[in-house]
């Protein structure tokens, strides 16, 4: 009687309630990971996330094999065509049940619809939230502000912490010497700046919530500074959960993560803002569908230049503030949420380009790529999302600069060649040889977003 355990974007043994279930139920138990490397394509993952993905592979197949469990890295080539594929190795390994976690994306849910019409036993299981997916607020109807839907999983955390799962126990003859290793699958990026052992993921969150977390609220807006716990890539392949991260901050902060305005409390709620988007995206499914959240503002005419959006990606928009976080993103593969913020800002309200190219450039980029999350922010930044920005309050990017990198530091690290400016100067500096001049004037673009959105009003 074998049972398989579909693994999905829940790369680790730990708290894993799917490979919980199968240990429990089946004498034999086997994983898979269905690859779909056609899809990454088409979806241009970005090279450092692919090697992310290989790497996390690789380890979490050591350690399935330590406990016995063989993990298969089938590649089923294209989306569409994981329900057949897997239709066919359940029959090939005569599986009895296949447990994996609920996917809220509705291509996702599709596809598991489909295994199921293709009499695949398949048992899905909570996983990917710490909230029940069905949150609703009292009158039956999902939230779409973040502030109601936090204190309703706030009330409901409360009563129903959560219990994180150990390690399933194996018998030690079951073990597995030769592991399967992932093969490589596409143009790779080193992204050996980021731990994937499962144990170096669980040490790193450990010691942000016992040393770092406390000093969040003060610190976390600063991009020169390593305030936030860089746990984003992580947190999008489930090397680690949500769970383990909000069980192990209230063990080191006891109560303070129940008040907002304590470090670990500040950090829980960004837990939840993760937790929101994702709701958000479950309950309104045409924001996968490249539509906004408020539907009125897909009427909005982005105008802004292909040339104009090269200079962005690139880091070359004379905004130096912009400029060294787009490099940061493109040497990196990561940005702090303050700069995606400004970046994100500057490219609609300033350049008054279509944030979705935003989106897309930043879903081939980062090394964290979480669509639920990315949307949210994209749209917020644009004034078209759930707790959108109001379109009247619109970032200056040299203003953000002074408050938030006031030495000038972070803008140094990424821009060399401004590293011979005065802290003063360097958030506008002077015309130079080797630096753009600003390709747009603020004043005058912060006016055409606002009569861009009062023509929408007026529409
Ligand atoms: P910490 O500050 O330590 O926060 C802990 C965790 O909480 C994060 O790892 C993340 O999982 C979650 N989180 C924090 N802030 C947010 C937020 N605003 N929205 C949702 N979840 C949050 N996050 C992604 O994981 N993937 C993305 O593709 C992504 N795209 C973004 C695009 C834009 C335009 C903006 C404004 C934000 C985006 N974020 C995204 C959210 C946020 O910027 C990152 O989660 C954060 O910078 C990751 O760094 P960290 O792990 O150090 O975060």
Redesign the pocket.
């Known amino acids: 009687d074998t049972g398989l355990v579909w693994f999905r974007h829940d790369l680790r043994v730990l708290d894993h309630p799917a490979l919980t279930a199968a240990t429990q139920n089946h004498s034999s138990v086997r994983a898979i990971y269905l690859l779909c490397p056609q899809q990454l394509d088409e979806h241009i993952i970005a090279p450092i996330r692919r090697q992310y993905l290989r790497l996390a592979l690789d380890e979490l197949s050591r350690n399935l094999a330590a406990l016995g469990i063989p993990l298969d890295i089938v590649d089923a080539g294209h989306f569409s065509k994981v329900p057949t594929t897997l239709a066919t190795y359940c029959q090939q390994h005569d599986i009895a049940q296949v447990y994996a976690h609920r996917e809220f994306l509705v291509d996702e849910m599709q596809r598991d619809l489909r295994c199921s019409e293709q009499n695949i036993p398949l048992t899905l299981l909570s996983d990917a939230l710490i909230l029940p997916e069905q949150a609703l607020k009292p009158d039956g109807k999902p939230y779409q502000v973040f502030t109601p839907f936090s204190k309703r999983c706030r009330q409901w955390l409360a009563q129903h912490f959560p219990q994180c799962l150990p390690k399933p126990y194996v018998k030690a003859d079951k073990l597995i010497l030769k592991p399967s290793v992932c093969p490589v699958f596409g143009e790779e990026r080193d992204a050996g700046d980021w731990p994937v052992k499962e144990s170096a993921v669980l040490d790193a969150m450990r010691q942000f919530c016992r040393e770092r977390a406390h000093r969040y609220k003060e610190e976390?807006d600063f991009p020169d500074l390593a305030g936030?716990?860089?746990?984003?890539p992580a947190?999008?392949l489930g090397l680690v959960s949500a769970r383990q991260c909000l069980a192990r901050l209230q063990m080191e902060a006891g109560e303070e993560i129940w008040d907002a305005k304590t470090g670990a409390g500040c950090?829980f709620n960004?837990?939840l803002?993760?937790e929101f988007?994702r709701h958000i995206a479950f309950h309104f499914p045409r924001i996968v569908r490249g539509h906004a959240f408020q539907t009125h503002t897909d009427q909005l005419r982005w105008q802004g230049s292909d040339t104009d959006f090269a200079a962005w990606c690139e880091g070359r928009t004379g905004f130096p503030i912009v400029d060294a976080a787009m490099r940061q993103l493109k040497q990196t593969g990561w940005m702090?949420?303050r700069l995606?913020?400004i970046v994100?800002s500057f490219l609609c309200k300033d350049l008054h380009l279509d944030w979705r190219r935003g989106e897309a450039y930043?879903l081939s980029t980062?090394i964290?790529?979480?669509f639920a999350?990315?949307n949210?922010?994209?749209q917020?930044?644009a004034s078209t999302g759930t707790d959108a920005a109001p379109y009247f309050r619109i970032f200056n990017p040299t203003s953000q600069s002074q408050r938030f990198d006031p030495n000038g530091n972070f803008i140094r690290r990424f821009l060399p060649e401004l590293a011979h400016c005065s802290d003063k100067d360097i958030h506008a500096p002077m015309p130079q040889a080797n630096y753009p001049a600003p390709r747009i004037d603020h004043a005058q673009a912060r006016e055409i977003s606002l009569s861009m959105f009062a023509e929408l009003k007026a529409s």
């Open positions: 976390r936030t716990s860089k746990l984003s947190l999008a950090w960004e837990l803002w993760r988007y702090h949420n995606r913020m994100a930043f980062l964290d790529a979480d999350s990315n949210g922010g994209w917020w930044a």
